[in-house]
């Protein structure tokens, strides 16, 4: 199983819908979670850390679900500019420091 | 501020030949990361460094790839004998300790080996 897990997508979605990405990681150890957005041929950026009791930004949203060892992401009122791929990232607990594994990527193409 | 840079950006060489890949991370930034990006995937852990110390280079593939940061600031990832499977997006990125939460990452360096 791989240590971070994403579907790829792509996920094409009309502007102003609500799209949902979910992320599974297989260390029950994993501390740390975050969400980076990357551009098409561009680097990765902090989208957003994800906190056990949930935190919302604006219009996203992440969770945590420890139980299933899953994280997800909620966008809401989906804009053009969002359309990226969404990296789900984990710590890697065997790490004395902030290790983390990147997922693949899903890829997100709002449309008009 | 000015953010991590990484040079050059696209880099074209011929199998078997040797490659340094250059970065400069954010001013006072400890901490450094190499990663490499194949298309389609997620940045792939390479090597960490707190301060001039490699602290985990456990991702290196192999022992044609080494790295180092002499004086705690700029990095540079070396290649020996590059292979065409050595073609990807190298990315660095810094944070401003070893624990921190944000990895502040660069341009990257597009490398395609012949």
């Known amino acids: 199983r791989k240590e971070v897990e994403q579907d790829p997508g792509p996920f094409n979605v009309p502007e102003g819908a609500t799209v949902a990405f979910n992320c599974t990681y297989s260390n029950s150890a994993s501390q740390s979670f975050f969400w980076y957005r ?8 902090l989208l957003m850390s994800v906190y056990s009791s949930g935190n919302e930004d604006g219009r996203f949203t992440a969770q945590l679900n420890r139980a299933s060892q899953y994280i997800s992401l909620l966008i809401r009122d989906s804009k053009l500019s969002d359309s990226a791929t969404y990296l789900c990232v984990v710590n890697d607990p065997s790490g004395g420091y902030q290790k983390v594994t990147f997922g693949t990527g899903t890829k997100l193409q709002v449309i008009p | 501020g000015a953010g991590v ?15 340094e890949l250059r970065c400069d991370p954010i001013s006072g930034h400890t901490a450094l990361y190499w990663y490499r990006q194949s298309l389609g995937q997620g940045p792939e852990f390479l090597i960490y460094f707190q301060g001039t110390g490699a602290a985990d280079d456990s991702g290196l593939p192999n022992d044609r790839f080494f790295a180092v940061r002499p004086e705690g600031s700029v990095s540079t990832l070396k290649i020996q004998r590059t292979e065409r499977g050595d073609s990807a997006v190298y990315l660095c990125a810094s944070s401003d300790r070893s624990g921190g939460t944000e990895q502040f990452f660069g341009p990257g360096t597009r490398l395609t080996v012949l």
Not at chain 1, 38 to 45: A, L, S, T, V
Not at chain 2, 5 to 19: A, C, H, I, W
């Open chain 1, 38 to 45: 990357q551009d098409c041929r561009k680097e990765p950026k």
């Open chain 2, 5 to 19: 840079s990484q040079t050059p950006s696209n880099k074209v060489t011929e199998k078997g030949k040797y490659v």
